[in-house]
């Protein structure tokens, strides 16, 4: 089984990739400068290069199989501005790092509940946050060969595809005499996706982002999809997953095949500590890269600025799978996702579940909805919609999506940060650098445009 810290596991092979540096921050030197002589020298410094036919038709294949409709390349027809509706933000969730015993609180729960009292799956967690430890730096580290759990490790890449996916659970539900509280299945859904498959957008075994497939993601799945995505946060051996919702940008063109774009992408950063009500901590990262255009305004390449910041990896967490079988190979033996996720639809009302949208939406559907006698939910196939009449607001989902020929990972590193920056300005000003500024959900629609 891999290293916890410094290993990606999918397509059945381990990938150990060299250090890839943060972009030099030089912005204060720059301002100095005339605009002129600010580009020439950025551009000269920033990483460029032409985007390949592979990742032209990995993004295209991707976005087909799980949207339905076709990936879009032309600059002026991607949004400038987008992101999640305000119900949709993820909760800032918990990192459950391993150090201090991961998410072995609420297993011990659930072991009482679904494993008649034996600890098998608390007792799994407890191997799992020490079974991978890594060799202290200095000199008695090195004389006496000691090995510790990194600080960093832990349940960053769970909490955060269960984010993207599920609202936050605000109820407690009570199963064979044990009382889960939110934080507890919080606590059980991270434990779930820790190692459920996922697809790498970008970055995939460390190779860097250029600035057109950047651009082109974000603002693809962002703007015209309203759906959140999983970044590794900061460059280098430490792994710091998160979920990002909106983003907002700027551009101005140099000429007919190159345009200057600046964009922040906000972020959520986690918690520190598992709450029943998680607070929203938004974070912001700021980029600023050149794209080349071809005759037709298609994205075709591009570079990024060395004022810009850069991250590891864009990705987005696939529907949940039974630990121990395809999908999720190396999760935890001893928990069933139907159980944790039934806890989650009960401690969610049925309206907020009705309009959580996902791609690769899960096969196991919310059994209470099909009971009711009014349909929350309507699961079509997307060849052919009859009309149906329904006496509430509908999602209508798809069964027939499917992820042939799409890449999948089936583990993200886990990380642990011993730093949180919180702020406390205004969503607009944060999203669009100005107090002024609004976010309108008009500027992206619900649905794919």
Known sequence: ??????????????????????????????????????????????????????????????????????????????????????????????????????????????????????????DHERWDTTAFKEPVDGFFGKLFKIKETPDWYGHCNGWTSAAIRHAEPVQSVTRNGVTFSPSDIKALLAELYIYNEHVVLAGENEAPIGAAAFHAIITNWLGRGEHPLGIEAEPGEEKWNYPAYAYAASAAKHSPQQVEVTMNVVYAADSRAEWDESPRIEEVKYFHYMLDLDADGKIVGGQFFHDSSSIDMLWVPL??????????????????????????????????????LNVDPTEIIDRDLIQSPVADVFVASTEEVEAVELEVPTRIVSRSLTTAGVTAQSRINNCYSSETHHTTMPFGELLHGTSTATASSDTSPALIR
């Open 1 to 122: 089984m891999p290293s916890r810290s410094t290993v990606w596991w999918g397509l059945g092979e381990t990938t150990d990739g060299d250090f890839i540096p943060t972009l030099a921050q030089s912005r204060r030197m720059i301002r100095a400068m005339s605009t002129a002589t600010v580009v020439l020298i950025l551009a000269a410094a920033a990483t460029s290069g032409v985007i390949p036919t592979a990742e032209v038709e990995k993004q295209n294949t991707v976005f087909q199989n799980l949207w339905e409709t076709e990936f879009r390349w032309e600059f002026d027809k991607l949004p400038l501005n987008g992101g999640v509706e305000s119900a949709r933000v993820p909760y800032s969730g918990y990192i459950y790092p391993d150090t201090e015993g991961g998410t072995v609180h609420s297993l011990q729960k659930y072991d009482r509940a679904f494993n008649g009292g034996r600890t098998l799956a608390a």
């Open 319 to 356: 529907s949940p799978k039974e630990p121990g079988q395809p999908g999720n190979e190396n999760g935890n033996p001893y928990i069933n996702a139907e159980a944790i996720l039934s806890l989650w639809r009960e401690s969610v009302p049925s309206d907020i579940r009705a309009t959580w």
